[in-house]
């Protein structure tokens, strides 16, 4: 099975701030990736997939990155609507999701 | 609008076979590259693929899981079914059903989940 490491798992950080999330893969994934961010009791929300497509209506501030293992979340100006947590997904081989990173505010 | 939505028990006893619904509207589940797929999250950890359905009924499983699991649909009552034989405490968890289009795809619509909780 394709195992997936997100780095951190906890990202304080603070409105305006520039954050970045890791998801590394534990095998070759080329670019079958996608970022979810959840909310506490809330379904998951696909933000990002084939690791840098933008979903319709997600804010630009939100952008991906990588490929093969090695993957990035990047919010380039964090608002308060963006603290929650955040999960990568490889869909190379059926599916593995990282462990979460929880962006919380300093 | 596109829409899912799970049902079941919300209780099951350890030992027992745990059977949800997902009911879709929005969308046919005979559409090609329409995909179904069942994940769950236990309290406060990452999720879980469970498995997946198509369009075309070809199913897919976890491996650490494929001997529990049991997905199928019913497209003209527009339903997917999950069924997990031999619950146990561990699999207690919020349960969810996803869509995705294409099987290289992310799941880009989701039910609000269902938590069941396996204890006697």
């Known amino acids: 099975d394709i195992q997936m490491t997100q780095s951190p798992s906890t990202l304080s950080a603070s409105v305006g701030d520039r954050v970045t999330i890791t998801c590394r893969a534990s095998?070759?994934?080329?670019?079958?990736l996608a970022w979810y961010q959840q909310k506490p009791g809330k379904a998951p929300k696909l933000l990002i997939s084939?690791?840098?497509n933008l979903e319709t209506g997600v804010p630009s501030r939100f952008s991906g990155s990588g490929s093969e293992t090695e993957f990035t979340l990047t919010i380039s100006s964090l608002q308060p609507d963006d603290f929650a947590t955040y999960f990568c997904q490889q869909y190379n081989y059926l599916y593995t999701f990282g462990q979460g990173t929880k962006l919380e505010i300093k | 609008q596109v829409t899912l939505r799970e049902s079941g028990p919300a209780l099951v006893k350890p030992t027992q076979t745990l059977t949800l619904t997902c009911t879709v509207s929005g969308f046919s589940l005979s559409t090609s590259k329409v995909c179904v797929s069942w994940l769950r999250q236990p309290p406060g950890k990452a999720l879980e693929w469970l498995g997946r359905i198509d369009w075309d009924d070809a199913t897919y499983y976890s491996t650490s899981l494929e001997t529990k699991i049991t997905i199928s649909k019913d497209s003209s009552k527009n339903q997917v079914s999950l069924t997990v034989t031999n619950m146990d405490p561990v699999d207690t968890a919020t349960y969810y059903c996803a869509r995705s289009l294409g099987v290289a795809a992310g799941f880009d619509s989701w039910g609000q989940g269902t938590l069941v909780t396996v204890s006697s």
């Open positions: 084939k690791a840098s």
């Open positions: 095998q070759n994934i080329d670019h079958w």
